[in-house]
């Protein structure tokens, strides 16, 4: 049960929320019109006059009234009474001085010509004793009603990070509000640290977990606009970690409209950071490959497969069909491309499913009589793809083997895997799945032309090898832009490590003159020029974000590079070819591989007992069938000793 001490409070500050804003006015006049004889009884004590204050007071009573009257009036026609405590600023006190100079006109008035007749200096010191009564009157009653508010309500304390302009115009502003109470300011400058600046003390950063002990603070105001984004990110995730809720205020310039409040609306495009000069892969002359042709996107929503869709769409095909298994993806990519293709009389089809799904393939392939696959779904993600090695073989490779045997079985023209040069000597589950889905395209592609039960047709089968696609997703360059918007670090896995990159628009524009290029079997690989350094383009991106790296030689810097080590399966460098053998082909900057392949018989013995692993829910025995047959492949953590 509460104490009596603290009943008394609430009773009052429950009492003065029930008042209605009427009866508010009403007690502000009333205490107006109290105040003007005590005015009159002050001034007549602190002047020195024949008769005594009182009887003096009692000569005005018959002229008293008029002047309460005549004020009364002018104050209610002005609105102070209406004006709140709160509110009650320059303009409000303009208005009272109004008041007290009609009150002292009045009074001298009347006293002139009804008496008594007194010094005219007295006037004037009526008028302003009536003034400061007022306004001290209102000033104190402001202080009252706010310790009630505050005892009958407690306010949540806050800590200020930052003791500068923006940080002491919120100290003031927020000492009159009736819900948050600053206690101190948090800054780094050392210059400020043991100051009071608008009654509040300064106090260093490492005092903050002291401050929310002894102050009970429960949430941080960050008032420094001025400092980097990524500094403010690195402030609010420490107070975070103590378990504080933080909040960052714009600067007054910015609330006002002369500074943006973003500084930096759109991140630089990934493109920007190629080290050498695109590729441009014109399409009018492989056009002819996709034109008034059934064409099938398999991963039509992701960042390959899209692009895919939105070039092969300018070939102007008779019909694209979407296959997908995310439905958010699907919608998304369908959405986008009805847009496009307003008017042009092009079918869009889209699919939901997976390509692990033999019944669902044959019938898409066979409904739509498709001519040309472009397949990219995939799982390409190497960390979780280690971590789930048995999904990712069965999409990767079972996916590949079901869609390619079924475009063989109807007839499809041309079949072009997207690969990845992980695929090469890989270290790592994705890389090795990527290489047997090679292989068996390479095989289809070695019998094409064999009819007969369970063989092959005429389906071209080809595939494109490519580096790090830049800007798709997962790749580095959004994940080093992500890092940096929450303030680092960006996290760099080894600082030896290079990687081939092209744009999704190079990556998409070779697969599909490899499409129109192919003869059967070929692996295609673009001229990506040198390999770039990871660390390097670390450096790149934190800078071109406007911010520097902060490291030993520049400790103030904003955002720091983190070398986390090599994850499992990944190789220092990537390499496109099995072998260094490298053919030319129609366009200077498309190379193609002929490299070695499994025969049929091996290859079937590869996915017997890669199928024997994925049914049993065995990974070493996957890892096994991978090491048996994957030129290169070496157990992840072999691998990181010999990258």
Excluded at 266 to 284: E, I, K
Excluded at 382 to 403: D, K, R, Y
Excluded at 456 to 485: A, C, K, W, Y
Excluded at 580 to 598: D, G, N
């Amino acid at each position: 049960m509460a104490p009596q001490w603290m009943k008394a409070p609430v009773s009052i500050f429950n009492f003065i929320t029930g008042l209605s804003r009427t009866k508010k006015s009403y007690i502000f006049l009333g205490i107006d019109v109290v105040l003007l004889p005590l005015a009159l009884l002050f001034t007549y004590m602190v002047q020195d006059q024949p008769v005594a204050p009182l009887t003096l007071l009692g000569q005005m009573l018959p002229i008293l009234p008029y002047i309460l009257l005549g004020t009364t009036g002018l104050s209610l026609w002005l609105g102070l009474p209406q004006v709140q405590l709160i509110a009650y600023e320059r303009h409000a006190v303009g208005q009272t001085a109004i008041v007290a100079l009609v009150a002292a006109v009045l009074e001298a008035g009347f006293c002139t010509v009804f008496g008594p007749q007194v010094p005219p200096g007295v006037h004037v010191v009526f008028g302003l004793s009536y003034l400061l009564m007022m306004v001290a009157a209102r000033a104190l009653l402001y202080q009252v009603v706010l310790a009630i508010y505050r005892r009958a309500r407690p306010r949540r304390k806050v800590l200020i990070y930052g003791a500068g302009n923006t940080g002491t115009q919120l100290a003031q502003a927020l000492k009159a509000h009736d819900g948050i109470d600053p206690v101190a300011f948090v800054d780094d400058n050392k210059s400020l640290q043991g100051l009071t600046l608008v009654g509040l003390p300064v106090h260093a950063p490492a005092r903050i977990a002291e401050l929310v002990k002894t102050r009970d603070v429960q949430r941080v105001l960050l008032a420094m606009p001025s400092q980097s984004q990524p500094k403010q990110a690195q402030i609010i995730q420490r107070m975070q970690k103590l378990g504080l809720e933080v909040q960052a205020l714009p600067s007054f310039a910015q609330l006002i409209g002369e500074e943006a409040l973003v500084e930096k609306l759109t991140p630089v495009p990934p493109q920007n950071f190629l080290s050498r000069a695109a590729r441009d892969v014109p399409l009018h002359g492989c056009a002819g490959s996709y034109e008034g042709r059934v064409v099938l996107v398999s991963g039509a929503g992701g960042s390959i497969g899209s692009e895919l869709c939105r070039q092969v769409l300018a070939c102007a095909p008779r019909k694209l069909v979407l296959y997908e298994l995310s439905e958010l993806a699907l919608y998304t990519v369908h959405q986008e491309l009805c847009q496009q293709l307003e008017g042009s009389g092009i079918e869009l089809v889209p699919v939901l499913g997976s390509i692990t799904d033999p019944r669902q393939v044959r019938r898409v392939l066979e409904r739509h009589q498709v001519q040309v696959v472009l397949h990219a779904a995939a799982y390409k993600h190497v960390p979780l793809v280690e971590a789930n090695p048995l999904a990712g073989l069965a999409n990767n490779v079972f996916g590949t083997q079901t869609l390619a045997r079924a475009a063989a079985e109807f007839g499809v023209e041309r079949f072009i895997l997207v690969s990845s040069d992980k695929a090469v000597r890989p270290t790592n589950v994705m890389g090795a799945s990527k290489r047997m889905a090679e292989l068996i395209v390479q095989d289809l592609a070695s019998r094409s032309g064999e009819l007969g039960d369970g063989t092959v047709g005429d389906t071209v089968f080809t595939m494109v090898r490519f580096g790090n696609v830049l800007g798709s997703s997962g790749s580095v360059i959004p994940l080093f832009q992500e890092q940096i918007s929450r303030g680092g670090p960006v996290t760099v896995t080894d600082t030896r490590v290079k990687r081939y990159f092209m744009t999704i628009r190079e990556a998409v524009q070779l697969v599909l003159q490899a499409g129109a290029e192919a003869r059967g079997g070929e692996v295609f690989v673009l001229d990506m020029g040198e390999p770039v350094s990871i660390l390097n383009l670390a450096r790149q991106v934190i800078e071109s974000a406007g911010y520097s790296v902060r490291d030993e030689g520049h400790p103030e810097g904003d955002i720091a590079i983190e070398i986390i080590g090599l994850r499992p399966g990944e190789k220092l460098e990537e390499e496109l070819t099995l072998s260094s053998e490298l053919t030319t082909t129609a366009h200077p900057k498309i190379f193609c591989a002929r490299e070695t392949v499994l025969s049929e018989i091996e290859v079937a013995a590869l996915l017997r007992a890669l199928r024997q692993a994925v049914a049993a829910g065995d990974d070493a025995g996957a890892r096994q069938v991978i090491l048996r047959w994957v030129e290169g492949y070496v157990q992840p953590d072999m691998g990181r000793k010999t990258s």
